[in-house]
C-alpha cells in the first residue's frame, strides 16, 4: 500500500492517440498504485516542441503520480493536473503550466499521510529462484 510504481514504456496501439500515459485508478478507495508514461511519445513531442525531453518526461511522470495520490482520473482546466498539453505551452515554459493547484496539492499531503498511516498488506517470501538465493517478499 505505500508503493507507487511509474512504468516508462512504449505506447501501445490500443492506447488513446496523443496520450502520453496513464493511472490506473482504484476508484472506490480513492487510489492508485500503477502508472504507466509512454517514453516514444514523450520523446516525439519532445522534439516537436523543441523542448527537452528529460523535463517533459519528469512533468509527465509528475502527472501521472499525481493521478494515484489524488485518487482521480480527472483534470484541471490548467496547471499540471490539466488534460491536454499543447506544444505552445511547452514552449512558452510559464511556470504556472507546471504547477499543482492548491487543492491539488493539498489532496496529495493528505494522500501521503494516509499511506503513512495505513497498516503495511501481510506479507508472504516467495523465493523468486531457490538456486540464485533472492527471494520477493
Aim: aromatic share 6%; glycine share 10%; net charge neutral.
Amino acid at each position: 500500500s505505500g508503493e507507487l510504481l511509474v512504468r516508462i514504456a512504449a505506447a501501445p496501439p490500443a492506447s488513446t492517440p496523443g496520450s502520453l500515459g496513464f493511472s490506473y485508478v482504484d476508484m472506490a478507495l480513492k487510489a492508485g498504485v500503477l502508472a504507466t508514461v509512454f517514453a516514444d511519445r514523450v520523446q516525439s513531442l519532445a522534439a516537436f516542441a523543441g523542448v527537452d525531453e528529460g523535463e517533459l518526461l519528469g512533468w509527465v511522470m509528475a502527472h501521472e503520480l499525481s493521478h494515484l495520490l489524488i485518487g482521480t482520473r480527472d483534470h484541471e482546466s490548467h496547471g499540471l493536473m490539466r488534460g491536454e498539453w499543447t506544444a505552445g505551452e511547452l514552449t512558452r515554459r510559464r511556470p504556472s503550466d507546471w504547477l499543482l493547484s492548491r487543492t491539488d496539492g493539498l489532496r496529495i499531503r493528505q494522500a501521503l499521510r494516509r499511506r503513512t498511516i495505513m497498516p503495511p498488506p501481510a506479507m508472504l517470501a516467495v523465493d523468486a529462484d531457490p538456486a540464485s538465493g533472492v527471494s520477493a517478499q
